[in-house]
């Protein structure tokens, strides 16, 4: 009996080490007792991806060959694409909102989408086996679409504007996952492309002049950001997922260092920029991880919903910069098996609101002040406002 109550006394006091109420802001672990979303939107089968533009809301339903496009005012969907062929991935606005970027993975084929024209599909490129992700310069002149079914990405170039098909070139990279269906990340910066060979556990780095570079990190680099200042792109950072570490990657140094903590499934990472701020989802613990990206340390661990996946810097509804830092920035989490997204202060590390949505995977896309959520299981988009 004394060596019972002895257990139990240390597993309390293990518990109380790894989450200290004062580190950590509570989170509910049931969705039923968050707020409602304002609105639920049906739309198509398992939808996915989302992308917003021009005050319109693109939904991708994977589970069928439809693309569901909500106008934000009314909250209603005013139209739906049908594809030809296979079913829509990843969505991906354009800086200027002008168009979209649709992702076809079964036929290979990359979409474009005018947002400005009625939605209409204006052409398709083959571009690949697999496409995965897709990212876009600052500039909008450039595009790159990671593949998942060889060791390549495919870089466009659009540079003779968006309304015309662009220029295709494939970069040689390493291998993606073992068996060819993982994901693929993408990271750009200002002078960078970084790309994740998860196969060979190391990533390919892309100079804008075409110069590549091979980096080292953990075992099997998969989610990744690129942080830059004072003009240039500085630092890597690095998700390794087998060995479920983080490494940072000095450019201009051309040296690595991976921290010492275990950081639990690191799935994917956002960026404030001003701040020098990353933060990584770890779906594995239910945290995100905060950390300063100049100075390469930990800054502290939030606690979140169940199994933490994406998350989102939220744009700012108004001019909230104040001495050179993002004063107050979003980050929207979505937890994949809590049915809900957390809201984190990027300054204070603290959650400021957790807000129930609907089940399965979720995406977000962010449309004036309000914030959607696909629900792949339920088939609906729950709309959220924000504060």
Known sequence: MKKLLLFCVCLGLLASC????????????????????FATIQVGKSPHGMAAAQGFVYNANSGE????????????????????????????????????????????LLHVIDSKQD???????????????????????????????????TELDFSAGLAQAPVLRKLNVGKGSSDGHG????????????VPNPGDNDLSLFQSAGTERKVKAGNSPSVLALLNWEGADQVLAIGNNASNTISFHDIA????????????????????????????????????????AAQQKLLGRIKTGLRPVHIY?????????????????????????????????SETLAVKRTLAVGKG???????????????????TVSVLKRE
Do not use: C
């Open 119 to 153: 939605h209409a599909l204006l052409y398709s490129l083959q571009v690949g086996q697999g496409p995965d992700k897709v990212v876009v310069s600052a500039d909008d002149k450039k595009a790159w679409v990671s593949l998942t079914g060889e060791a390549a990405v």
């Open 313 to 345: 810097l939220a744009p700012a509804l108004m001019a909230t910069k104040h001495e050179g830092h993002d004063h107050g920035a979003e980050l929207w989490v979505a937890n994949d098996s809590g049915d809900s997204v957390t809201v984190i202060d």
């Open 18 to 37: 790894q989450t200290s109420p004062a580190a950590f802001p509570s989170v509910q672990a049931s969705s039923s007792a968050l707020p409602a979303p």
């Open 361 to 379: 995977h979720h995406k977000m896309a962010f449309a004036g002040n309000q914030v959607y959520v696909s629900n792949i299981t339920d088939g």
């Open 65 to 108: 060959n439809t693309v569901s496009v909500i106008d934000s005012r009314s909250n209603k969907v005013v139209k739906t694409l049908t594809l030809p062929q296979g079913k829509p991935g990843y969505l991906k606005a354009f800086h200027s909102e002008t168009h979209v970027l649709l992702l076809n993975p079964e036929a290979g």
């Open 253 to 292: 140094k051309n040296n690595t260092t991976t921290l010492s903590e275990t950081f639990m499934a690191p799935t994917e990472m956002a960026v404030v920029a001003e701040s020098k701020r990353l933060f990584v989802t770890l779906s594995g613990s239910n945290e995100v991880a905060a950390f300063d």
């Open 183 to 194: 994901h693929r990340a993408l990271a750009v910066g200002l002078q960078w492309l970084a």
